[in-house]
Nanobody, 120 residues
Framework: QAQLVESGGGLVRPGGSLRLSCAASGSIFNIHSMAWYRQAPGKQRELVAAITSDDNTNYADSVKDRFTISRDNAKNTVFLQMNSLKPEDTAVYLC??????????????WGQGTQVTVSS
């Protein structure tokens, strides 16, 4: 059974850093892309950063130049290095995996989320 396990969240002061990890296990193969989303209380879930199997990346404007997404294809693991954190980065961060299941057809997997709180 496919499973995504996230780690690395926590409480950090403004200007601090955190590194999130998400390991995919089970029946997850033919991965097209991996991504991090976040959802703050009362707000819609938003894409933070994504990385494809050939290392193309994209970022939300609000995190460009502060966050870096990377992946270890051999271990089906994706990372999110978060620097210069701001209170508005506070949210539950969720890992997402998009797996190719056919031509232009994908299946999505979600982790349970890890809380990131930026506060002094």
């Amino acid at each position: 059974q496919a499973q995504l396990v996230e780690s690395g969240g926590g409480l950090v002061r403004p200007g601090g850093s955190l590194r999130l990890s998400c390991a995919a296990s089970g029946s997850i193969f033919n991965i097209h892309s991996m991504a991090w989303y976040r959802q703050a209380p009362g707000k819609q879930r938003e894409l933070v950063a994504a990385i494809t199997s050939d290392d193309n990346t994209n970022y939300a404007d609000s995190v460009k130049d502060r966050f870096t997404i990377s992946r270890d294809n051999a271990k089906n693991t994706v990372f999110l290095q978060m620097n210069s954190l701001k209170p508005e980065d506070t949210a539950v961060y969720l890992c997402n995996v998009k797996r190719s299941v056919g031509q232009n057809s994908y299946r999505l997997y979600w982790g349970q989320g890890t809380q990131v709180t930026v506060s002094s």
